[in-house]
T-cell receptor, first 113, second 114 residues
Framework: DTEVTQTPKHLVMGMTNKKSLKCEQH?????MYWYKQKAKKPPELMFV???????INESVPSRFSPECPNSSLLNLHLHALQPEDSALYLC????????????FGPGTRLTVL | QKEVEQNSGPLSVPEGAIASLNCTYS??????FFWYRQYSGKSPELIMF????GDKEDGRFTAQLNKASQYVSLLIRDSQPSDSATYLC??????????????FGKGTLLTVNP
């Protein structure tokens, strides 16, 4: 089973709202990722958690705040977003060993008004 | 700046033909290579991964890797209209401490015509 789940599937929020995206996997993977994808562009890495510790932050604005409560869960807290942050947000996971395969969740389609 | 280059397409093939998707990468130290398929509005789905030089076959899909030429390809035999999608080539980032990072190509849009 290579399933990564994400909720919600769609989210519309105003620039003053606070919302959270959630990601879950039960494959025993120890690395989890957040990506942002704009239309007709490849996924763009935002954050990587390895063994529940933040290991990569790709200079993402502070209005995006990741959290890894345990090895199966990954959250992305959103606050004071801009319309240009509208995108497909993808979660992925991998075993946590070097160069291993990343499996993507279905994504959350975010629209910021 | 590590780069992964793909022909953006669109690549159009008739149903039943072989579709050939190509990818070159700049980092000679890269160790693992992936092909993802992405339907419009959906998330990337892993099709193949390859680590060693040569060919790797899985059903109608064959991945080919040539590390000396820094080239990886994906062949789709007996192409079906359901194969119509964007195919993303991804290469691991081998810089120390960053081997979780994938560098993606911009993707090739494949259209299989009935």
């Amino acid at each position: 089973d290579t399933e990564v789940t994400q909720t919600p599937k769609h989210l519309v929020m105003g620039m003053t709202n606070k919302k959270s995206l959630k990601c879950e996997q039960h494959m025993g993977h120890r690395a989890m990722y957040w990506y942002k994808q704009k239309a007709k562009k490849p996924p763009e890495l935002m954050f990587v958690y390895s063994y529940e510790k933040l290991s990569i932050n790709e200079s993402v604005p502070s209005r995006f705040s990741p959290e890894c409560p345990n090895s199966s869960l990954l959250n992305l807290h959103l606050h004071a977003l801009q319309p240009e942050d509208s995108a497909l947000y993808l979660c992925a996971s991998s075993q946590g060993t070097a160069w291993d395969t990343q499996y993507f969740g279905p994504g959350t389609r975010l629209t910021v008004l | 700046q590590k780069e992964v280059e793909q022909n953006s397409g669109p690549l159009s093939v008739p149903e039943g033909a072989i579709a050939s998707l190509n990818c070159t990468y700049s980092d000679r130290g890269s160790q693992s290579f992936f092909w993802y398929r992405q339907y419009s509005g959906k998330s990337p789905e892993l099709i193949m991964f390859i680590y060693s030089n040569g060919d790797k076959e899985d059903g109608r899909f064959t991945a080919q890797l040539n590390k000396a030429s820094q080239y990886v390809s994906l062949l789709i035999r007996d192409s079906q209209p359901s194969d119509s999608a964007t195919y993303l080539c991804a290469v691991n980032d081998d810089s120390g401490g960053s081997n979780y990072k994938l560098t993606f190509g911009k993707g090739t849009l494949l259209t299989v015509n009935p």
